[in-house]
């Protein structure tokens, strides 16, 4: 069982009076060799750790222009996080912390953004990108690499790591032709104890296999990422011969052992556990990549059987772990006798002034950049119910995403196919306002910086693609009752991870088992032909595998766009100068029951 408070101060008390814990045995102290009735040496310290950030410093939304808020009324930010930091550094003193991250840092709010494409750091004499400077004021010491380095390119995710005080980790971010690592594999810190020696403290950083297909465009022939487990059991032995008394990984891999790509990648997506069972010498990992909160979280190693301590905090900054070790000098060398974690809520702090006084003049630039109006709409649209209905909102987007496409193939070979085209209901609280239409508005409806392509599709691969969409929702019998707050995300599929698809109608009819839910495919009124072929307008996500949807990350590409999608959206409203809602808005799908429709 793991260790729970009572146990460990039982355990404390023991060891107070003469006697250490080795492997769950008691050990005198004459044994250490400390000399008949001589307590041990003891040093205690704290990794704070974060993940998830996606380029959150200020308790702000841009997407909405106000104060960040949600049902639990977190907040979010490096800004928090820093009197958070400030706290456990009074608390524990300062040499007796350390400052982690497991990345997915530079991208994710329209700050981020707009210092990686309007005013870019890679420019000549470009600005410092915030998050360095918001993390190098607080005092990282390192942070692991996520997926979503990789978004903006090399150059970029280079000149951020130039531009910060503290390593970038990813000892499985490998240079593709000499197969070592691209970025430094880990960082060995020294921490000062009051009895001699020092505890050298090994971060192991570790980043996710799916940027192989997630980046494809921004990293194919120039990186190759293995498995987790593979490279943490290259590396936690080298560590540990060099003498590492602490071995902590920080890496971007949740913890349920799945993988959202399937087998397109022979490497795990969510790996942190596996790493914990089946390598020997890790101490703690800081997880990130799953947007989970683990508080305290042990896994025993299958070899050693010793129980390894993991922890997630929430995204976004809205909490911080803390990993705290206890350790004993025993037999010549530092010893771990307990470690433990847990998470602070930054939104029982203030804001850091420090942080937010550092940053203010990007964060008055970046307000004025997301409030500049780009054209009007005819109509208010939302997305708070577009999870279980066709809403125009999302037709909005599938309307450009179509045109894209068609102005992308004209001329050419197949310029004569249909072009249908997909989409996700990413955020239950996008608008777009009746009147004027800013940026804001138009980049909240696409938050992430997915970019368009086209595929090569057949009537009967649309069908499965839209079978194993409609896995969302949870089988409800005809005649039961139906509460839209338990109707979506079974099998814990995400949002992002329901696609709605537009350019033809179909029915998904709730009451029959996954595989059997699609029925009156149509395509201009008849039944859809197996063996048609349509062209799908697909974001890049999809396209390389994310997700795991059938057929896409085979099928042909006709075409593909570096412009992220909630660009194009951008460009289009400013294109039309009006969105007139009655020229793209239908009903193509809905949900049912026995043919009778749920809404």
Request: glycine residues 8%; proline residues 6%; aromatic residues 8%.
């Amino acid at each position: 069982m793991p260790l729970n408070r009572r146990t460990f101060l039982g355990t404390s008390a023991a060891a107070g009076a003469g006697v250490a814990l080795a492997g769950g045995v008691a050990v005198p102290a004459e044994a250490q060799g400390l000399g008949p009735g001589r307590p041990p040496k003891r040093y205690a310290f704290t990794v704070m750790g974060t993940t998830d950030l996606h380029g959150n410093v200020f308790n702000w939304d841009y997407f909405t222009d106000k104060e960040f808020d949600d049902k639990a009324h977190n907040d979010v930010g490096l800004a928090k996080i820093s009197t958070l930091v400030e706290q456990v550094r009074a608390e524990k003193g300062r040499h007796n912390t350390l400052m982690i991250d497991a990345g997915d840092t530079i991208q994710g709010t329209q700050l981020s953004y707009y210092y990686a494409k309007v005013d870019p750091i890679t420019a000549k004499r470009g600005p410092v990108h915030p998050m360095a400077q918001a993390m190098n004021a607080i005092g990282y010491d390192a942070a692991a690499l996520g997926n979503h380095e990789f978004n903006y390119g090399i150059p970029v995710l280079r000149k951020f790591e130039e531009q910060c005080d503290f390593p970038l980790l990813g000892a499985n971010a490998l240079d593709a032709k000499t197969l070592t690592p691209a970025f430094a594999p880990y960082v060995i810190k020294r921490m000062r104890t009051p009895h001699g020696p020092d505890v050298k403290v090994a971060i192991l950083g570790l980043t996710n296999p799916g940027i192989a297909i997630w980046d494809k465009a921004n990293v194919s022939g120039r990186m190759v990422f293995p498995g987790l487990e593979e490279q943490a059991a290259k590396f936690v032995p080298r560590l540990r011969s060099m003498g590492a008394d602490v071995v902590i990984v920080s890496a971007h891999s949740g913890t349920s052992g799945t993988s959202s790509y399937g087998d397109q990648v022979p490497y795990v997506e969510n790996a942190a556990a596996l790493v914990a069972e089946q390598v020997p010498g890790i101490d703690a990992i800081l997880v990130g990549h799953a947007h989970l909160e683990i508080p305290e979280y042990f896994v025993e190693n299958k070899e050693t059987g010793k129980k390894v301590v993991l922890s997630e905090p929430l995204k976004w900054g809205q909490r911080l772990t803390l990993f705290d070790f206890d350790l004993v000098w025993e037999k010549g060398r530092w010893v771990v006798e307990r470690a433990g974690s847990r998470v602070l809520n930054s939104n029982t702090v203030a804001e850091d002034p420090k942080i937010t006084g550092l940053l203010a003049d990007e964060h008055k630039k970046v307000v004025a950049y997301v409030n500049q109006v780009i054209g009007t709409s005819t109509a208010a649209m939302t997305t708070a119910e577009a999870a279980w209905k066709d809403e125009p909102i999302i037709d909005l987007i599938n309307v450009v995403q179509a045109e894209t496409v068609k102005a992308a193939l004209a001329g050419g070979a197949f310029a004569s196919l249909p072009v249908l085209s997909q989409a996700s209901c990413f955020s239950r609280t996008a608008q777009i306002p009746a009147g004027n239409v800013t940026i804001k508005d138009a980049a909240g409806l696409y938050p992430f910086e997915n970019t368009l392509e086209a595929r090569l599709l057949t009537g009967a691969q649309i069908k499965d693609y839209l079978e194993f969409s409609a896995r969302y929702y949870v089988q409800t019998a005809a005649g039961a009752p139906v509460d839209t707050a338990k109707l979506t995300n079974a099998g814990n599929t995400p949002d992002y991870n329901y696609d709605a698809v537009s350019g033809l109608t179909y029915e998904i009819d709730i009451a029959k088992p996954n595989g059997s839910r699609i029925v009156n495919l149509s395509f201009e009124g008849k039944a859809i032909d197996p063996a048609a072929e349509f062209v799908l307008a697909v974001n890049n996500y999809r396209a390389s595998g994310g997700g795991n949807f059938p057929h896409v990350p085979g099928a042909k590409q006709l075409w593909a766009n570096s412009e992220e999608i909630r660009n194009t959206i951008i460009g289009w409203v400013q294109a039309k100068g009006s969105v007139d809602v009655a020229r793209f808005a239908s009903v193509d799908w809905r949900l049912t029951r026995d043919g009778v429709p749920v809404f």
